[in-house]
Structure formats: C-alpha cells, structure tokens
C-alpha cells in the first residue's frame, strides 16, 4: 500500500512561498541535528511527488538533489528531465495512487509540494501524514497552504531551532 506524507514548510501565516512563488524566506543554513526531520524522512521514503512550479524552482537551483529517489512531477505540459529517476505525470492523483499501489506493494512517498496538488491530494483523501514546519516568519500574502485537517489527528507538536515549530498530523 502506498503511503503518503506532506513534509512541507510554511510561514507563521500559512503561506508556503511568497506572492512570487520564491522561496528564499526558509532558512538557507542546514539543521546539522536535523531537528525538523529532514534527513528522518528522506530515510523512510522511496519517491518523491510534486507540481510543476516545484520542480522548476528546485532544478534552478542547481545540481538534482534527489537521485536516489524515483521523483513523480505532475505537469500538463512537458517539461525539461534533468535526471533519469524523474517521471512526469498526468491526470488524476487518484488514478496514479492506484497505479502505484497495482506496481508496488510498500512505498512511501514524499508529497513535496505545491500547493495545488497537495490540495488536490487532500480533497481526494490521498494524505496518510502531514508534517508542517511552521517558520517564525511572516510574509503577509504569497502561496497559502490551504490545507485543511479535518480528517487528520494531531499527533505531536514540537519546538525545534529558531522559533521553528513543527506539527505532525496523522489521518484518521
């Protein structure tokens, strides 16, 4: 059965990227005692699903950080593959959970983002866990979340560096 988890970041107002898309609010210096997470979760996923948007932010960055994980970009128009472990996507999520669940007994996946197909997943119940790392920073308008958790548990709520509070939900 495949396994979903939303580990996402947002500002203190629920925005996951500024009014421009950008990123460059999060911190920029790695959380070497991994605090939030980070390298637990990369440990317990196979794959990796994100948007569009996403995936063209993270290959301007530079070099793909991800090559050990087989990566699921869902796009409607074709995009430029910067490494073999990318597939891209589309159509439902629904359909595509359920392929994958027909190819692979025991997968977990990384939900990366944005925000419309996290929303997408969410209104189709696709979400088993939702890691929020909520930053102490505000940036007033941008990308919202729009995630609601009416069909998840709050599980844990922790204070990590920085101001950084990170919030772990389970689904019902």
Not at 32 to 49: C, P, Q
Not at 56 to 80: C, H, M, N, R
Not at 106 to 121: C, D, E, H, I
Not at 124 to 144: F, H, N, R, S
Request: aromatic residues 10%.
């Amino acid at each position: 059965m495949i396994t979903v988890i939303l580990y996402i970041a947002t500002s203190a107002d629920g925005f996951i990227a500024d009014e421009h898309g950008n990123v460059d609010w999060l911190p920029s210096t790695p959380d070497e005692a991994d605090t939030v997470g980070f390298k637990v979760l990369l440990s317990r996923i196979s794959g990796i699903v994100m948007g569009k948007n996403s995936y063209e932010q993270i290959i301007s960055f530079g070099q793909w950080a991800w090559p050990d994980k087989t990566t699921y970009v869902f796009s409607e128009i074709p995009l430029v593959k910067v490494h073999e472990s990318i597939h891209f996507v589309h159509g439902d999520p629904a359909a595509f959970i359920q392929q994958l669940n027909a190819q692979h007994s025991n997968a977990t996946l990384w939900l990366l983002g944005g925000a419309q197909l996290t929303k997408s997943f969410a209104q189709l119940k696709l979400i088993d866990e939702c890691i929020i790392t909520i930053m102490p920073t505000k940036l007033g308008k941008g990308i919202a979340l729009e995630l609601f958790y009416d069909d998840f548990t709050l599980i844990e709520e922790k204070p990590c560096i920085d101001g950084i509070i990170q919030k772990i939900y389970h689904k019902q």
